[in-house]
Every structure is written in C-alpha cells, then in structure tokens.
C-alpha cells in the first residue's frame, strides 16, 4: 500500500514538474551564467544580476551568448565593448577638430548604462544636470556642421531614456518625479492596469498613454515622460524643411513653439503602438491666427511629422496624437497665402462697407422723410442723387479700404478664410465704421418712431387706425433690419459670453442678417403702393398680350380650316372668288 502510494505521489509530481515546463518559458530556455530569467504571460527575458551588465548594452534579451561582464562600479571605466560606447564612435562620426571621441562616447556610456542597469549610479538629479554635456560638445562643433550637430542631440536623447529607464527600475517607488533647471522629469511603475489611461505630467507638458501599452513589457512597464527646457534651440527650425513634413499647404517661416519632450516605454522606441499615445504641449509664445501648428517627432536629423497629427490647437496650446514613441515637439509655421485670398479679402472688406454706407443713407432719408416731405422730394431728385450720395455712398468705403491696406496690407486674408486678421486693431477698420454707422441708424430709427407716433395720435378717428397702425409696426420692424441694426447683436460674440446664450447669439445674428434682402424687397416691393400698382399694370399688359396672342392663333387656325373647305367644293370657291 506504501509502495502505491509512492508511485502515485511520483507520478503526481513528474506531472505537476511537466506542466511547470510547459508554462514556465524560463524551464526550456536557461539563461547566460550571471543572469536570472523573467518570464510573463508565455514570454521570458534574460536580465543580468547586480553588478553586472551585458556585452551586447541591452537591459534584457534572449540570445543564450549574450555574456554578463562585472562592472567597475567606482569608476565605469571599461567601456570599450559596450554596445553604447561602439556606436556611438560609429555614428557620430566625429571630424577631426573634436579627438576626444572616446572620452565623449564613454560619457554618452555611462550616462546611458549608469555603471550597471540594475545598480545604477545615476540619480534623476543627476541625469537632469547632463545637460552640460550636450552643451559642451555642440560647442566644439564647426558652425554649420548640422549633421554632426544632429547626431550628438540624437546619441544625447537616446542616453537619456535609457539612464532615466535605468534610475527607475532601480527605485521600488510606483512614481518618481524630477524637476531642475534644464529638464523635467516623470516616472511610473505599472504593475497592473488599474487605470485605463495614465497620465505624466512633466513641468507643463502631458503625455497620456493607454495601459494596454505597457502590458507587454516585463515585470510591468516603466513608463517614462521626459521634459527639456532648451534642447529646442540646439535643434530648432533650422532642423525643418517642407521636404520633410507632409501637410496640405505650403508652409513657411518655421519655429519651435514647445518644449522638446520625450516619451518611452521600456524597450518600445519608434515602433507603432496599438494605440496612438496623446500629448499636450503649452505654447511658448501665443500662436497668431496665421499660424499653423504642426506636431514632429525628431527623426535623426531633422523634424517630421509622420504618424502624428494635431487633434485640437488654439492659440495658447495644442494637442498631439502619435502612433509611435520618441522626443516630439510643436512645430510653428506661417501658410503661403495665394494672391486671389488677400484680394477677395479686400474686395468683401470694401462691399460690406459700402453697404453699411448706403444703409446710413437709408437711415438719413428716412429720417428726412418723416421730418420733412419737401427734403425728402429734393433727396429724390437725380441731380442731388449724382453729386452727393453716389460719391458718398461708394466713395467712403473705398478711401477707408485704400488706407487699411496701405498701413496693414498683410492683414488681408489668413490661412483660414479669405477676411480680415482678427488679432491686432486691424479689425477696427471694418469694425469701427460699423459701429458708428449702427449707433447714428438706431438713433434715427428712435426719432423716427416718436415723430409717427405723434402723426398718428392726431389721425381722424373715422380712419382705420387699427390697420395703419399694424401697418406702421410691421415696417417699422422690418426697417430696423434695413438700417442694419441687427448687426449689433454680432458684438455679442466675443469669448466673454459662454454657451449657451453665445450659440442663440450666433445663430440669431447669422439668421437675421441672412434675410436681410428679403426685409428690402418686403418693404420697398410689396408694401410699396405705387409698386404694387406698377405690378398690377404689368399683370394687366402680360394679360392682355396673352389673350391678344391667343386670339390670334385661334383666328389664323379658323381661317385655315376655312380656305381648305373651300378648296373641297370648286363651285364654291369659283362663286366666292366672282
């Protein structure tokens, strides 16, 4: 019976060790001497014990001949077969006025490994101070040498995330936070996906990344968010060309307007992401209407904009949506504007003055009207009309457009829409006349009502007072519209007025003034006595040359029919012709 029971706990156990091997990816796939094995989820990785670190420079792999060296951790001093060190000497490519490329690569070494991945020397205060390095070695550069410039800022970079991803795995905190003078610095350990989303913030910049994201790395990913206060003016605009950045419009005058950032997540560099990562920038200066902002991702040596788009931008920050990881930053530049948009601008800016002028003059006669029959009669006289109100009806607008134009002609159009730059005073010379020409019409329309409120109280009695006076108010309404008056309501549209009485604002503005040539041809057409007797003239003649033609044509049909009658019967036809 102990014999059996043995035998069953033997076999209990060969079994339990076989599903161990069959889950357990470390069991088939033993790591290098001086290193352990991690495995998650079917997957395994090889890391190197403390105080040491591989040949090959990577913080885990795969590869059973990847050696794990001791490091010198007092002083970091051998670096000659550190992965980091060799290609580094091998992309910089440094010329021959800067002969200390092997101290410049083992700094770019120890700043990158930190003496040790797991044991790392390197506090986040001290790879925020790094920024000396970069600064001292871009000035050993001959002026001009863009591409050994770019290498140095791209070897910088790539340092940093590895030293910042080294600091963190060593730490056991979740989160690790580091703010200096010359850059900012967020770290978080994810240990399991609480979160659906999480978010770093780095001095003003944000970076928000789905969980999903790090649920492939190792022991949980470490999720780093990098802010450089003034790597942008090491790689600035002069880094930009509209060869390397696909938009739809031809764009000019480049310019950083963000700090540079960086975004890792553990070994996850320039590879696509299941889900595009977002990133909030805060503009260095305020972005003109002109302007367009375009989200870049450092590429080596120069900015592009592949993979990344802008979801929302205003004129103080802007959103950014990217499908990989690396450093980004927001891209400023100027849209070409074509001939045709300042013109059409320019032209639309002299018509709705000129309308806005003629309906002063409306107001003025209306005005007139009321007051004083006899100059309202010698307003409607040709001669009066040729010499004042034409010149002034077309003249005023156009030495208003001539003189906008002369001290501000590069504000006729944006890259938008074909009207006036509304940032700057600009704008006041359309909206200066406007206001004025609606404050003197409303003044008028204010008048005139009392005058024919006073007309009509002394009415006769036996007229109809109820007619005329529904009458009067129905065109005294439509003509508030005519004097452009209504316009008014366009003042209220500024972003001191919030939703939702600004979006009634809006629509009611755009509605009003929409109809505004329906409120004319009501007024001057239809309620018009003599018009509509002229129309009734009209009606009468077309119906008369209706009729007229219509008894023609059944009077050539009659005698038609009648002649051919008659050329059926000769006898007829002789008698009719004697």
Not at 29 to 46: G, I
Not at 331 to 360: D, P, Q
Request: with cysteine; charged share 20%; net charge positive.
């Amino acid at each position: 019976m102990a014999k059996k029971t043995n035998f069953l706990l033997c076999g209990l156990s060969c079994l339990v060790l076989v599903v161990r091997t069959y889950n357990d990816p470390c069991a088939s796939h033993p790591c290098p001497a001086k290193s352990y094995c991690v495995s998650k989820e079917q997957k395994y990785f090889c890391y190197c014990i403390d105080g040491y670190a591989s040949n090959t420079g990577e913080r885990n792999f795969k590869d059973r001949n990847v050696v794990c060296r001791e490091i010198d951790i007092v002083n970091c001093s051998n670096f000659s077969s550190d992965a980091t060190f060799q290609n580094c000497q091998k992309q910089l490519n440094l010329s021959s006025s800067m002969d200390n490329s092997r101290e410049i690569c083992t700094g770019f070494a120890k700043l990158s490994r930190g003496c040790g991945e797991r044991r790392t020397t390197l506090s986040l205060q001290d790879i925020g101070n790094s920024y000396h390095f970069l600064t001292n070695l871009t000035s050993q550069i001959t002026p001009g040498n863009q591409k050994q410039k770019a290498r140095l800022v791209t070897t910088y970079l790539q340092s940093i995330e590895a030293a910042v991803l080294a600091a963190a795995s060593r730490n056991p905190k979740e989160t690790q936070k580091e703010e200096g003078p010359f850059m900012a610095i967020n770290t978080q350990r994810v240990e399991n996906c609480s979160l659906k989303t999480l978010s770093l913030k780095a001095e003003k910049q944000t970076m928000d990344i789905y969980c999903s994201t790090t649920e492939k790395e190792i022991l949980g990913g470490i999720v780093a968010f990098i802010s450089y206060a003034s790597i942008g003016s090491i790689i600035g605009e002069s880094f930009a060309s509209e060869e390397n950045l696909r938009t739809k419009e031809k764009l000019h005058n480049f310019y950083l307007n963000s700090k540079v950032v960086s975004g890792t997540v553990g070994s996850r560099k320039n590879i696509s992401l299941p889900v595009s990562v977002n990133f909030t920038f805060q503009h260095e200066k305020m972005k003109r209407e002109n302007e367009q902002s375009i989200c870049v991702y450092w590429q080596g040596s120069s900015w592009s904009n592949e993979g990344c788009q802008v979801i929302s931008s205003d004129e103080n920050q802007t959103l950014c949506s990217c499908n990989h990881l690396s450093s980004f930053a927001i891209l400023v530049a100027t849209a070409k504007l074509k001939v045709l948009c300042s013109i059409i601008a320019g032209v639309l800016h002299y018509l709705y003055l000129a309308s806005f002028t003629w309906m002063l003059l409306e107001g003025l006669q209306l005005f007139l009207t009321v007051k004083n029959l006899k100059v309202a009669n010698y307003i409607s006289a040709g001669k009066f009309k040729r010499r004042f109100i034409y010149p002034f009806g077309y003249g005023i607008p156009a030495v208003i457009v001539a003189v906008s134009a002369g001290l501000g002609h590069t504000s006729y159009g944006t890259e938008t829409h074909c009207w006036l730059n509304f940032h700057g005073r600009f704008i006041w010379s359309f909206m200066g006349p406007v206001f004025v020409i609606i404050l003197i019409n409303f003044s008028f329309y204010l008048t005139t009502l009392c005058i024919l409120k006073n007309q009509l109280s002394s009415l006769n009695n036996e007229l109809s007072r109820m007619h005329n006076t529904r009458m009067l108010a129905f065109k005294a309404i439509a003509q508030l519209f005519i004097l452009g008056c209504s316009w008014g309501l366009g003042f209220f549209l500024v972003e001191g007025v919030l939703d939702p009485i600004r979006s009634v604002m809006a629509y009611s503005f755009t509605i009003i003034n929409v109809l505004q040539g329906v409120y004319i041809y009501l007024v001057y057409c239809l309620l018009n006595h003599k018009v509509r007797e002229e129309y009734r003239r009209w009606f009468k003649k077309m119906r008369k040359r209706t009729e007229t033609g219509n008894y023609d044509f059944f009077g050539s049909v009659t005698q038609t029919k009648t002649v051919e009658n008659t050329v059926d019967f000769p006898g007829k036809s002789s008698n009719i012709s004697s």
